[in-house]
């Protein structure tokens, strides 16, 4: 096979499958734990979903473990999630168990595309689409070189009927529409809270509730849920994350059901 012909196939297969994530159910902002294993739902219930991720690996947090020991702790209900993927497990004292945080993400991730999931990696999100109704209607798109390099190159968009911000404690698509439209947010005051200081038991309680349509047409998940509500971080215990994608795509799902199509 020549040079021209490889170059030929990645370009016109990576076109296809780009175009083809121009329309979706549910356009997914971040490839962490939350953001996929919302992503795997999502595509397992047969909704048309995508995943967007700014940088070049998928995972987020999460393949470093704690401070780079690249291990994860998990209560009951993060074991049963990761146990139906088959991710092996350790019990480490009762009601904790640790696995590899390399192999447990990589089975997500695995597992997500295979259901259906189209992911693109080096893909940045900035901005919105927003439509009369005051609801997101999709994303706008660019490559992070282009950002990182501070290019001004004109972006794209996708249109999505949910958007699910799973971008961690960034949680960078509801400051854009904090920050870009002056929008309210469903919070206690309105706007983005901030992420408080660790409490690992707190955090991972309230990431459920937290775990929500906060605007018209976007769910927060993960630790994006967590900032923008104002509750504690969670450290490197990953079961409420889990949870929380399991949530989101729960959410997303009600949503889409309700007609909340445009």
Excluded at 66 to 90: A, S, T
Aim: charged share 25%; aromatic share 6%.
């Amino acid at each position: 096979m020549d040079e021209v012909t490889i170059s030929r196939a990645i370009i016109e297969s990576f076109s296809r499958e780009f175009l083809d994530a121009m329309d979706v159910d549910v356009a997914v902002a971040g490839a962490g734990p939350s953001g996929m294993m919302a992503a795997y739902d999502l595509a397992s219930a047969g909704f048309k979903t995508v995943v967007f991720e700014k940088n070049l690996r998928l995972g987020g947090g999460m393949p470093g473990g704690g401070m780079m020991f690249n291990r994860i702790v998990l209560q009951e209900e993060g074991k049963q999630i990761l146990g139906d993927l088959n991710v092996r497990m350790q019990e480490f004292s009762d009601g904790y168990y640790t696995a590899d945080a390399l192999e447990a993400m990589s089975v997500i991730a695995v597992r997500a595309i295979q259901a259906g999931t189209k992911v693109f990696n080096l893909i940045s999100v900035e901005d919105v689409m927003i439509r009369e109704e005051n609801r997101i209607t999709g994303l706008v798109l660019n490559w992070t070189a282009v950002s990182m390099a501070g290019l001004h190159v004109d972006p794209l968009a996708a249109k999505a009927r949910v958007v699910i911000d799973a971008t961690g404690h960034e949680c960078e698509v509801a400051r854009i529409v904090e920050r870009k439209i002056g929008a309210y947010l469903r919070t206690p005051t309105g706007r983005i809270m901030g992420e408080k200081s660790m409490w690992a038991e707190r955090g991972e309680t309230e990431i459920i509730e937290n775990t929500r349509e906060v605007y018209p047409g976007l769910v927060v998940a993960g630790m994006a849920a967590n900032a923008v509500c104002g509750s504690p971080r969670m450290g490197a215990i990953f079961g409420g994350m889990l949870i929380s994608g399991k949530r989101a795509a729960q959410v997303a799902i009600e949503m889409l059901k309700d007609g909340e199509r445009v």
